[in-house]
């Protein structure tokens, strides 16, 4: 599968973006999807994650209550809402894919990866 994501920009401390992520195929509701961004200097972290279903999601406790991973299996997307940004939450963010009906929250547990979209809080 391959993975398209969309959506980053500029914005200020506060503001709302969603954030996108196509996939390709026609198998896509079979995969779990999550979210991860990385800041310069840092590490790769998890977001969100959405099962295959989506009927389950998780969410890190650092954007609890202002992330949301939703995504329609009939149009092959995934997205993040993300609201209330903060400067803390400027990264590179990527969406990937795991071929399982849950999701995890470790990188090395997707096989595929889009190209990151970036995203920048300014305050």
């Known amino acids: 599968v391959q993975l398209q994501a969309s959506g980053g920009g500029l914005v200020q401390a506060g503001a709302s973006l969603t954030l996108s992520c196509a996939a390709s195929?026609?198998?896509?509701?079979?995969?779990?999807m999550g979210w991860f961004r990385q800041a310069p200097g840092k590490e790769r972290e998890f977001v969100s994650t959405?099962?295959?279903?989506?009927?389950?999601?998780y969410i890190a406790d650092s954007v609890k209550g202002r992330f949301t991973i939703s995504r329609d299996n009939a149009k092959n997307t995934v997205y993040l809402q993300m609201n209330s940004l903060k400067p803390e939450d400027t990264a590179v963010y990527y969406c990937?894919?795991?071929?399982?009906?849950?999701?995890?929250?470790?990188?090395?547990?997707?096989?595929?990866w889009g190209q990151g979209t970036q995203v920048t809080v300014s305050s």
């Open positions: 195929g026609r198998t896509f509701s079979t995969y779990a």
């Open positions: 959405i099962t295959a279903s989506g009927f389950s999601t």
């Open positions: 990937a894919a795991r071929e399982s009906e849950r999701g995890v929250t470790s990188t090395g547990g997707y096989r595929y």
